[in-house]
């Protein structure tokens, strides 16, 4: 055991590649042999991902040392070069032809999103127009979410509670994109783009695409970048003004 810690310790990443592969091939086993397809072996996948993470602490599973490796493989460097590599197959002619459509789609999920999340925020008890405003925020990503409050002076927990409604969006799309994919035409980089604005989570639709099929990335990946520039944008000034005059 101690020669097998040794080499577990010293191939962190390659072991993590080992463990994923392991879980990538019993889910899409599952898929095919009991569940029958009627849920894609990646969503499995995600799933099994998700509950490994509560074993850990601040880094998931990472934080056990025989899995030190996945804090490599699966952090930000590692993430943000797969969504960069798929791009180098993203037709410019294809965004373009989508412009209008696109634009139309970030708008109205930002603004969707955003009066969602304040509706829950009422439901849930908070009435001050700060709070609202943040809590709407996070709905729309988890990074505005904490942009949006700290320009607004918000309380750490309500800034917290706005980054925990943009975690389980994300949550939500990575799990959900490849599920309903076939059912709303999400197989092509028109729907894809329009897709990425409407649902604004880079890490969401980045993650629920490449599920779907690894080529739409680039295009969803696109739209929901700009939905959380429009997102920091709008939330702490045209939105908070909106609400200050509503609720103030």
């Given amino acids: 055991m101690e020669i097998i810690e040794k080499l577990v310790d010293k191939n962190g990443l390659i072991f993590a590649f080992l463990v994923v592969g392991l879980i990538m091939w019993a889910s899409y086993w599952v898929s095919k042999n009991i569940l029958r397809k009627k ?3 990646v969503a499995i996948a995600i799933i099994v991902g998700l509950m490994l993470a509560f074993f850990g602490d ?6 056990i040392s025989l899995f030190s490796g996945m804090a490599l493989l699966g952090g930000s460097m590692l993430r943000d070069f797969t969504v960069v590599s798929t791009a180098m197959g993203a037709d410019l002619n294809k965004i373009k032809q989508a412009g209008l459509a696109g634009t139309v789609g970030l708008f109205v999920g930002v603004i969707f999103s955003f009066f969602l999340g304040v509706i829950l925020a009422s439901i849930l008890g908070y009435t001050d127009v700060v709070s609202l405003t943040t809590i709407g925020a996070g709905a729309c990503t988890y990074i505005v979410g904490p942009v949006t409050g700290s320009a607004l002076g918000a309380s750490s927990d309500i800034i917290a509670i706005s980054i925990a409604t943009g975690v389980v969006k994300v949550i939500v799309t ?3 994109t490849p599920i309903i994919a076939k059912k709303i035409g999400l197989d092509n980089p028109h729907s894809a ?10 890490s969401g639709v980045a993650a629920g695409l490449a599920a779907t099929d690894p080529k ?7 739209t929901a970048t700009f939905s959380t520039g429009l ?9 908070y003004f909106l609400l200050n005059a509503v609720f103030g």
């Fill in 216 to 222: 739409l990335v680039p295009y969803g990946a696109l």
């Fill in 193 to 202: 783009v329009v897709f990425g604005g409407l649902m604004g989570t880079t």
């Fill in 174 to 176: 990575t799990i959900g």
């Fill in 39 to 41: 849920i894609p072996g």
């Fill in 58 to 63: 601040k880094k998931g599973i990472a934080d």
């Fill in 231 to 239: 997102g920091c944008l709008l939330c702490p000034s045209i939105f």
